[in-house]
């Protein structure tokens, strides 16, 4: 209450997530980094958001291919004469990006892909693979300054071929607070963010 000021807010920013197995969302992505300081301070072991190529590793559990198990993202799409009459085969998928049961990756990490997008730490740029360069990288970042936040992992309400491993996206800080009734708005939560949410890292 200290850090975030006085002000209670308007009605349960938290939607009635974050609570038994539910991820906690609708936090902006300072409320997530402060939250890092403060399980920082508490524990006294250094917890900060993961970058974008930490990410992508974890999410990827060491494979090569566009989610950690067999599937191809095509296979997926409600395109095709087999899926338009028969409809679209999800049972692999849904064995590891479901909302009840899931297998774990090959890293024993659950819901990297679906359930909520989360944040990184990176500035997010369109090009920030260009602009990396040839050669292999070890734990890139992203550009040192930016407007918005990289955001990876797809959603919930996405279809299966934009919960890849590599699907990337970004915060949108504008629109995600448009109908937040404070003034100014808030910098803690997003009162119309309900998919975006945020794992830690411990050095």
Request: charged share 20%.
């Amino acid at each position: 209450d200290a850090i975030s000021g006085p002000t209670p807010p308007w009605g349960a920013p938290d939607q009635g997530w974050g609570k038994s197995s539910m991820p906690a969302i609708t936090m902006t992505h300072q409320a997530a980094e402060v939250y890092c300081q403060w399980l920082t301070k508490i524990t006294g072991k250094k917890y900060r958001l993961p970058t974008e190529a930490e990410w992508e590793y974890a999410a990827r559990g060491g494979s090569s291919t566009p989610y950690f198990f067999e599937g191809d993202p095509k296979r997926y799409v409600k395109q095709g004469l087999r899926n338009k009459l028969f409809g679209v085969d999800t049972s692999g998928i849904n064995t590891y990006i479901a909302y009840m049961e899931r297998m774990e990756n090959p890293f024993g990490l659950v819901n990297m892909l679906g359930n909520v997008a989360e944040f990184c730490s990176d500035w997010y740029a369109e090009d920030a693979y260009a602009q990396y360069g040839s050669g292999v990288l070890i734990n890139p970042r992203g550009p040192a300054t930016g407007e918005e936040h990289v955001v990876r992992g797809g959603t919930y309400r996405d279809g299966a071929e934009d919960v890849r491993c590599a699907s990337r996206d970004y915060t949108r800080s504008v629109p995600w607070l448009k109908t937040d009734p404070q003034m100014p708005k808030s910098i803690w939560w997003y009162s119309d963010c309900l998919h975006v949410g945020f794992r830690v890292v411990c050095e």
